[in-house]
């Protein structure tokens, strides 16, 4: 079951449920990709279509953050919680160290996706990192850069360019590269290598920790300025609706 948020179809499943669903992915085999869907994403899809297209076209979309499961408030149509990009791969790489799957991990500068192998292998006793390679690559690199993943044949393919270049990238080349499931991650790989702290766990438990990542990066605000518009956009779309429906009865 989906709920349709300014055009955009997203999962109402718990964090629990998408990892199930994602297991069956890689139990089915075909190349699957999943989008954790934050307000930034979502607003700049209002503005270019074939994002939106791209979103509608994931098989699996998650409500990535405190914003997308306020809207769907907003709308009437809760979803569980938040699903998070980070919590979302460190849940699978739990499953993945029990059942054997094999994971690479894509992006950031170079030296961090190796780094935060050696972290999540200590972490995941049994996981397997088949491979790992920085995200500064030039196009000239990419038909390489795409054999040596499909040669060590991960069940799961991390990538962390930066939302939506990530998922444009899976996107694009999600059959040539013929992983069961490829996800984007933003972030993540620069704070499972250490180079970057996780908000602290109060901050996640009152849902602030984008007030963290800002303050601990204040060249953020300026994307962070879409947040009152993204709301804005939410209110007006489904309030003003509600209230209409609300007339007419
Ligand atoms: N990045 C990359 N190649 C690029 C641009 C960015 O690998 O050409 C990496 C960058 O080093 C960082 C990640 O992409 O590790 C993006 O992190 P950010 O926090 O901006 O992502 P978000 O979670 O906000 O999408």
Same mark, same amino acid.
């Given at each position: ?6 055009? @955009? /179809? ?9 990892? %199930?669903?994602?297991? !069956?992915? *890689? ?13 930034? #994403?979502? %607003? ?5 279509? !074939? ?16 914003? +997308? ?16 990009? *980070? ?6 790489? !739990?499953? @993945?160290? $029990? ?20 972290? +999540?292998? $200590?972490?995941?006793? /049994? ?8 995200? %500064? ?8 850069? +795409? ?19 990530? !998922? ?16 984007? *991650?933003? /972030?993540?790989?620069?704070?499972? @290598? ?20 800002? #303050? ?21 779309? %489904?309030?003003?609706?509600?209230? *209409? ?5």
């Amino acid at each position: 079951m989906k709920v349709n948020l300014l055009g @955009a /179809g997203i999962d109402r499943l718990s964090i629990e449920e998408c990892t %199930y669903r994602i297991g !069956e992915f *890689i139990e089915q085999g075909a190349p699957r990709f999943v989008v954790t869907l934050n307000p930034e #994403l979502l %607003y700049q899809a209002q503005f270019y279509s !074939e994002l939106l297209d791209m979103v509608n076209q994931a098989d699996l979309v998650t409500p990535d953050g405190v914003g +997308i499961v306020w809207a769907c408030r907003v709308k009437g149509e809760p979803v569980p919680g938040r699903v998070t990009g *980070i919590d979302l791969m460190l849940g699978l790489l !739990e499953r @993945a160290a $029990e059942k054997g799957w094999r994971v690479f991990l894509l992006g950031s500068a170079p030296g961090v996706a190796e780094d935060a192998a050696l972290n +999540i292998v $200590e972490k995941y006793p /049994g996981l397997h990192v088949v491979g790992t390679h920085h995200g %500064y690559f030039t196009p000239g690199d990419e038909p390489g850069l +795409i054999e040596a993943i499909r040669k060590t044949r991960p069940h799961l393919l991390f990538v962390a360019l930066g939302a939506p270049r990530q !998922e444009q990238w899976i996107y694009a080349h999600r059959q040539r590269l013929g992983v069961p499931v490829a996800m984007g *991650i933003g /972030g993540s790989l620069d704070v499972l @290598a250490g180079r970057v702290p996780r908000a602290p766990a109060w901050m996640q438990t009152l849902h602030v920790e984008w007030l963290g990542r800002l #303050l601990r990066q204040p060249s953020r605000w300026r994307r962070m300025l879409v947040l009152p518009k993204f709301a804005f956009m939410v209110l007006r779309t %489904y309030l003003k609706k509600g209230r *209409i429906a609300s007339c007419r009865r």
